[in-house]
């Protein structure tokens, strides 16, 4: 939107719909610096008529603090040749400014596609006239090839693209993800922390800073707003699990829900039915859905951090260590008022409130089977061994080490001390000279196996004492 400068003439600022429109809202505007008057109308009728509809007057105080903001249902207005203008009072000052900002036409209705996802569109106009940087946008980060750069992204190894609905253009062809319009301060969000995007997934910087997904460089993952779960799941094969989530809910509001994707087959998207190979996940319970948890409560009128925990039933026949998962939270049902939207993709249009995370960690058992662990002295030095029976997925080790009784760790290695057996399950015998040693002194020494996802896992401590010498003088007769 215009800025508008007044010069002693009424001046307006007209915004062209084109498509469904149910409903628009102001931002943080418009503020008007004096106690003039600034309509907000709508024109409907043939060939652009004058038949406007003043929607709304606004008198901002004599300050450029206050802004204001509105809502507007405009669906009475739906028409191919509606307009918005924002219109300037005729007295407002020839030192008076006026900025009108952050102004969304939402549509509320979903019209079915043929594949029952609803109209691809979710745009944001005008937030051009405020000077500060101002996104207001959220999304998922997980891989998604259907992206703005038209680049093929990666969801795990040996090639398995990532299809997962994470950008909105629908242009693109793919499915349109998650996008939720945050507002300072009353947005309820998942965890406690959100970031805010612009734009797209992969378009204009983001708040934190780097996009959320980098299609060019292969590089998703990068929301810095992803807490809701904990860091570290164990996902056994057709056993049901719990996972804890912690939503914020700032103010009081209506109901929230909180779905669960999880790419249970590896595949690089959350829409398999389980029921058709090579895309069956079935458990002997009966055949799984990747949505996992759907549509869990957050009671009406919750306010503050909220603890919830979703069970669902883990599918990992391969014992992979790797897996995508989803967590949304939204004030709509999914499947419901928004239309179908199983596979973790977004209704087609930025929803009010709420947060998307995608997760992507190690969820499997630990790399490494340690049989044994061990540290003595050993000459001047102290020598720590130890033994592992399988190291699946193992990178390396790292070496860990204090004084007994002190605070901190230090490593003790330089590199990663390299896997004798990786990817393997079979295991090896590992000696590690720390001469850097005082005698008399007792340390502790944690070994930490990380695997191939940069996951650590530290296993001990164990304790030597470094051995004093004595040297004995010898003689000349
Ligand atoms: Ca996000
Ligand atoms: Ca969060
Ligand atoms: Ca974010
Ligand atoms: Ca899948």
Redesign the pocket.
């Known amino acids: 939107m215009e800025g508008c400068h007044n010069d002693g003439n009424s001046n307006q600022t007209v915004v062209e719909l084109v498509g469904d429109v149910d409903d628009m809202e102001t931002g943080d505007a418009p503020d008007s610096s004096n106690h003039d008057g600034v309509a907000m109308s709508n024109q409907t009728g043939g060939a652009r008529g004058s038949n406007w509809t003043q929607l709304g007057r606004f008198a901002g105080p004599a300050t450029d603090a206050a802004y204001q903001s509105a809502s507007y249902d405009i669906s009475g207005y739906m028409a191919s040749n509606t307009r918005i203008r924002f219109l300037s009072s005729s007295s407002l000052g020839t030192r008076d400014y006026l900025y009108v900002d952050n102004v969304r036409i939402v549509a509320a209705a979903v019209l079915a596609n043929d594949d029952g996802r609803g109209p691809d569109y979710c745009f944001t106009e005008g937030e051009t006239e405020d000077y500060l940087y101002d996104p207001t946008l959220?999304?998922g980060?997980a891989p998604d090839s259907t992206n703005n750069e038209s680049h093929s992204m990666a969801a795990y190894g040996g090639g398995v693209l990532g299809n997962f609905p994470t950008t909105i253009n629908p242009a693109l062809g793919g499915p349109v993800g998650m996008c939720h319009i945050l507002r300072q301060g009353t947005t309820p969000f998942l965890g406690r922390s959100?970031?805010?995007?612009n734009t797209d997934a992969d378009r204009l910087a983001?708040?934190?800073p780097l996009y959320?997904i980098l299609p060019l460089t292969d590089q998703p993952n990068n929301?810095?707003?992803?807490d809701a779960i904990p860091s570290r799941l164990i996902l056994p094969h057709c056993q049901a699990i719990q996972v804890p989530f912690t939503a914020t809910v700032p103010v009081a509001t209506g109901a929230l829900y909180v779905n669960v994707w999880v790419d249970w087959n590896r595949d690089g998207d959350w829409g398999d039915p389980g029921t058709h190979a090579p895309d069956q996940v079935v458990c002997p319970g009966g055949p799984l859905s990747e949505w996992a948890a759907q549509n869990l409560l957050i009671p009406a009128g919750t306010t503050g951090v909220y603890h919830g925990v979703a069970t669902i039933t883990s599918y990992n026949p391969t014992g992979s260590t790797q897996v995508w998962m989803r967590v949304t939270l939204t004030r709509q049902q999914v499947g419901a008022a928004d239309g179908p939207r199983q596979d973790g993709s977004g209704p087609g249009m930025c929803v009010d409130g709420g947060?998307?995370e995608d997760h992507f960690r190690d969820y499997g058992p630990t790399a490494v089977k340690l049989i044994s662990l061990a540290a003595a002295a050993h000459g001047k030095a102290i020598q720590v061994t130890w033994e592992t029976a399988s190291e699946v997925d193992n990178a390396g080790f790292n070496l860990y080490r204090r004084e007994a009784g002190r605070e901190a760790y230090a490593r003790v290695n330089g590199g990663l001390i390299p896997a004798q057996a990786p990817g393997q399950e079979q295991g090896a015998y590992y000696a590690y000279l720390d001469p850097d040693v005082t005698p008399g002194v007792a340390y502790e020494y944690l070994l930490e196996d990380v695997d191939l996802n940069g996951t650590p896992t530290s296993h001990g401590p164990v304790v030597a004492t470094a051995p004093y010498f004595i040297f004995l003088p010898l003689l000349e007769r």
């Open positions: 959220e999304f980060d959100v970031t805010a995007e983001d708040s934190d959320n929301d810095g707003g992803d947060e998307t």
